[in-house]
């Protein structure tokens, strides 16, 4: 078994958890632009509880947050931005922290239904140039179709920087492990083998899916004799149901304590996962309960 990384928790809701600006559409895109210390705040709460990695707060420098015209004068600007403010906080780290460089959803989460290739192609490469001097890694997320998925491995083919792809599955517990799409995660990773890939992660998902996830993905590695890393980093969300429409529905949360996320956690890496953290509501105390579990390992 691996040894566990500490990837950092949900970047949306911890900044409205500090007191930064925080309102839809922007989403934390909004602290970028008008308190980009909290930005700063933020990561370090998420390194003080135990985070070896922290992410670039650039998801939502996409259209669909930004908006059109935003997006034209801003997207590029606060995506590096945001990527100068995860490299100044982890170069100030008592400890070696990687900065992984976001690449997010250009058309909104969980809607493989927007998905247009050669858009997403244009915004996925302006986010990627943007942010490419400041980060250690990618780390695209939340990816909810394999049309998706191939795509960014297409921005991704020239990068000499370690490439993780981070699904977001159906939270329909009675099905096969899926993506938002209907696709089968077996049909997914097989689909993006051939890329330029260091590690399949799940995210943005709840964590009662993740499991048949990783085990689906164990099980394709292994058939390809394949050794690559397993990410997951699940949120508190209630289930988001097939019609569910990002940035039109609210999502509702329930009280997901860093115990009953401990608990998953060590079935994730019991089962193969070795770089866990947390995505939507996964907050500084969850991530302080993985580090601490992992001392006493």
Request: proline share 5%.
């Amino acid at each position: 078994m691996k040894n566990l990384t500490i990837l950092d928790g949900g970047m949306g809701r911890e900044l409205k958890r500090i007191g930064a600006p925080f309102s839809q559409p922007l989403w934390s895109a909004q602290a970028l632009i008008e308190a980009p210390h909290y930005v700063a705040q933020a990561h370090q709460s998420f390194i003080d509880a135990g985070a070896e990695i922290i992410t670039v707060n650039s998801y939502a420098c996409v259209p669909f947050h930004l908006g059109e015209d935003g997006y034209q004068k801003q997207g590029a600007i606060l995506a590096k931005q945001a990527a100068i403010i995860a490299k100044e906080v982890a170069e100030n780290a008592q400890h070696n922290i990687l900065v992984a460089g976001s690449l997010p959803p250009p058309f909104g989460s969980y809607r493989p239904d927007l998905f247009e290739p050669h858009r997403a192609t244009d915004i996925l490469t302006t986010l990627l140039n943007a942010q490419e001097d400041y980060v250690d890694l990618w780390l695209a997320e939340t990816i909810a179709s394999i049309e998706e998925a191939q795509v960014i491995a297409s921005v991704l083919k020239g990068s000499s920087k370690p490439c993780y792809y981070a699904f977001t599955l159906s939270d329909e517990m009675e099905q096969p492990a899926s993506l938002r799409s209907g696709e089968l995660v077996t049909d997914a990773i097989e689909a993006i083998l051939l890329e330029n890939i260091d590690g399949i992660f799940f995210n943005c998902s709840i964590p009662e899916v993740i499991e048949q996830a990783i085990r689906d993905t164990t099980c394709i590695l292994s058939k390809h004799n394949r050794q690559l890393d397993i990410g997951a980093f699940a949120n508190s969300f209630v289930p988001i149901p097939k019609d569910h429409k990002a940035n039109l529905n609210v999502q509702g949360y329930r009280d997901l304590s860093p115990e009953e996320y401990l608990e998953f956690a060590k079935e994730w890496h019991h089962l193969g996962a070795n770089i866990i953290g947390g995505c939507c509501g996964i907050a500084p105390n969850h991530i302080k309960a993985l580090k601490e579990w992992k001392r006493l390992e």
